[in-house]
């Protein structure tokens, strides 16, 4: 007796607050990761820009900066990523 209740606990639908913040965090995610790439990109082409016209004192603090950039933006994104990845698992 006590099996077939635990057995329709499991298979119950998730109540409306998990799906709803699920939702949300998908949609935020996806939010979040548009403005990581579209800001990576500006901010590395403003940095390219920069090196391009540094000279060559100013070039290898350019070149750190440009790195470090595309670096950041790339873990941005792929947090980003993994967050709905793990929310995938709710569905």
Same mark, same amino acid.
């Given at each position: 007796?006590?099996?077939?209740?635990?057995?329709?606990?499991?298979?119950?639908?998730?109540?409306?607050?998990?799906? =709803?913040?699920?939702?949300?965090? %998908?949609?935020?995610?996806?939010?979040?990761?548009? +403005?990581? =790439?579209?800001?990576?990109?500006? +901010? =590395?082409?403003?940095?390219?820009? %920069?090196? %391009?016209?540094?000279?060559?004192?100013?070039?290898?603090?350019? %070149?750190?900066?440009?790195?470090?950039? +595309?670096?950041? =933006?790339? +873990?941005?994104?792929?947090?980003?990523?993994?967050?709905?990845?793990?929310?995938?698992?709710?569905?």
């Amino acid at each position: 007796m006590k099996v077939k209740n635990v057995t329709s606990f499991l298979l119950a639908a998730q109540p409306k607050l998990v799906t =709803g913040t699920v939702s949300m965090l %998908q949609t935020l995610t996806a939010g979040l990761t548009l +403005i990581f =790439g579209v800001s990576t990109v500006c +901010i =590395g082409l403003y940095s390219l820009f %920069q090196l %391009q016209s540094a000279d060559e004192h100013e070039a290898p603090a350019a %070149q750190k900066k440009l790195k470090r950039t +595309i670096i950041i =933006g790339v +873990i941005a994104t792929c947090f980003a990523g993994l967050v709905t990845f793990v929310l995938s698992f709710y569905k």
